[in-house]
Nanobody, 124 residues
């Protein structure tokens, strides 16, 4: 069982920045591909970004490329999402997810472990 705990959400004006963190207190954290998803009210959960086990490979949803950066620190069992140039359409609950595979995935169904979510609200 993998417990994921997100933090760092909040209210920010358009153009601002936030950094989300996801802690996974587990010795085998480096075995997991990690990802961030988001879900806006009335919409389905959607892929945002993912990162390989060793951090060497990343993938982003097109609308966040160049604005968001996913990274991880395996020594701290933590994955991050740095969000810059935030837009009102980025408003959502952001979820951290983990999968026991060496391959990246953009699918919600590809991840077996989820955090509780953290709210990000971007005002115009």
């Amino acid at each position: 069982q993998v417990q994921l705990v997100e933090s760092g959400g909040g209210l920010v004006q358009a153009g601002g920045s936030l950094r989300l963190s996801c802690a996974a207190p587990r010795r085998t954290f480096s075995n997991y591909v990690m990802a961030w998803f988001r879900q806006a009210p009335g919409k389905e959960r959607e892929f945002v970004a993912t990162i390989s086990n060793n951090g060497g490979t990343t993938d982003y949803e097109d609308s966040v490329k160049g604005r968001f950066t996913i990274s991880r620190d395996n020594a701290k069992n933590t994955v991050y999402l740095q969000m810059n140039s935030l837009k009102p359409e980025d408003t959502a609950v952001y979820y951290c997810a983990a999968r026991t595979s060496m391959y990246l995935s953009r699918l919600v169904t590809g991840y077996g472990y989820w955090g509780q979510g953290t709210q990000v609200t971007v005002s115009s």
